[in-house]
């Protein structure tokens, strides 16, 4: 009979690959459930929130609207800066549960929320206030959830675990927009304009619940608690973050600004093009964007797994490649609104989003050094989300009109190209970690 020292080494790899599994599904669950709430307000102000809370703006309802859609990710930075400061000292763990609960009890109280009709001015306010606590929430999960799959993974395999909280962006989107259809089919258009687009934002409080428990479950980030182990926490983690490495965060945050910038296309810009614009039924749209996603999340799965071959900038690379030579055909074909061009058009985009995705956990990770690496991706990554999708559907409805076929993809491959020159200046310039 073996001895108990050699059962806790046969053990120990079965258990490690049962924690990476734990992670994995907690990462992922986390994530989408944060970018569910965040894409059913995307939707939600293409479609409601133009008529029910920002009316008083007449003709500029609408681009008030994505205002509020975009005015969150001016806050992210403040919440990856705290959420940062508190993971890089206490933990990984105790941050992620506290940015899940923060942006549930946000979203649903929006579902509760009465309109301008009924309370007046109040209401806007009420709505751009929980939008900001959403977005001091998303500034901190993506952080912790990144290292936490990163962290808990082998060196040949960070780019594959890496790719499970990013899976969150894609299935997020699909859960909301499936979620969204099947209302729209129950409840009918008009009711679903009327109240049912609460039931989402209500939801979000069950999904919360869910994704709890799963992180309950999970053990803290290795890394970190050898960072603990040795008393190396940095006591300003934030601070030393800006002086020493500031430059290494921007162009953290190039790169993922044109990634951002495209996938809120997809995510709250084209649908509802579709549906008030071009006065496509709002069922196959949304069938359309749901499709999208699942592809999408797929490629990402898999652009995590190629960028341990490849490589992560490599991987980028090639991903930027597609979405440069994708931008003009999407916009193409979605423009003669035709449902199945329309189709074609968003799901062309994927690729390329996937392949610039995908690799990101597992980049970012390896750009910072372990004892402020929380502060820095978070950091990093809520710069981006500024510089990228924050304000990306209002430029685009703003380039409506005669020119739009060109700058509208002017301005989305012009962000590629930023991109790109961004990842060629890390590959030369920026040491990539290869033990984390």
């Not at 690959?17 to 995307?42: C, H, M, P, Q």
């Not at 500034?139 to 040949?156: K, N, Q, S």
């Not at 039924?281 to 898999?302: C, E, F």
């Not at 999708?389 to 430029?395: K, Q, T």
Request: aromatic share 10%.
């Amino acid at each position: 009979m073996p001895s108990p020292e050699t059962l806790t080494k046969l053990s120990s790899p079965a258990r490690a690959n049962a924690e990476r599994r734990k992670v994995a599904s907690a990462t992922l669950v986390g994530t989408t459930i944060e970018w569910f709430d965040f894409f059913i307000y995307a939707q939600a102000a293409g479609l409601i929130f133009a008529k029910e809370f920002f009316a008083a703006a007449s003709e500029f309802a609408q681009i008030v609207s994505w205002v509020s859609l975009g005015i969150s990710f001016l806050f992210r930075p403040v919440g990856a800066a705290l959420a940062g400061h508190l993971g890089d000292k206490y933990g990984r763990k105790p941050v992620l549960t506290l940015t899940l609960i923060v942006m549930g009890v946000a979203t649903a109280l929006i579902g509760v929320l009465p309109t301008a009709a009924q309370i007046g001015v109040a209401a806007p306010i009420l709505l751009l206030l929980l939008r900001i606590v959403q977005g001091l929430s998303a500034g901190g999960e993506w952080g912790g959830a990144a290292l936490m799959a990163v962290e808990h993974a082998p060196r040949e395999s960070r780019g594959r675990a890496g790719a499970y909280p990013q899976l969150g962006a894609p299935c997020g989107l699909a859960l909301a927009t499936i979620v969204s259809l099947v209302l729209n089919m129950a409840l009918g258009h008009e009711a679903y304009v009327a109240w049912g687009w609460r039931i989402p934002f209500l939801l979000s409080l069950l999904l919360v619940g869910v994704g709890l428990w799963i992180r309950s479950r999970v053990e803290e980030s290795p890394v970190y608690r050898e960072i603990e182990k040795e008393s190396k926490a940095e006591s300003a983690p934030v601070k030393t973050v800006m002086r020493h490495n500031g430059g290494t965060v921007l162009l953290a945050a190039l790169i993922f600004a044109a990634n951002n910038a495209a996938g809120y296309m997809l995510i709250a810009f084209f649908g509802s093009y579709g549906i008030k614009t071009l006065g496509l039924d709002s069922t196959p749209v949304l069938a359309s964007l749901a499709a999208a996603a699942i592809l999408w999340a797929v490629l990402t799965l898999w652009s995590g797994g190629l960028s341990d071959r490849l490589g992560r900038i490599e991987t980028f690379l090639v991903g930027y490649g597609l979405l440069f030579i994708a931008v003009i055909p999407t916009w193409r074909l979605i423009n003669t609104a035709e449902l199945p061009l329309f189709f074609l058009g968003v799901v062309l985009m994927t690729p390329g989003l996937a392949l610039s995705y995908g690799p990101q956990s597992a980049l970012y990770a390896e750009m910072f050094p372990r004892p402020i690496r929380f502060s820095g991706v978070s950091i990093s990554y809520a710069l981006g989300a500024i510089l990228g999708g924050a304000f990306a559907p209002m430029i685009a409805e703003f380039t409506l009109g005669e020119g739009s076929a060109i700058t509208l993809p002017g301005y989305l491959m012009g962000m590629t190209a930023i991109a790109v020159a961004a990842l060629l200046w890390v590959r030369k310039r920026v040491p990539l970690q290869d033990e984390l």
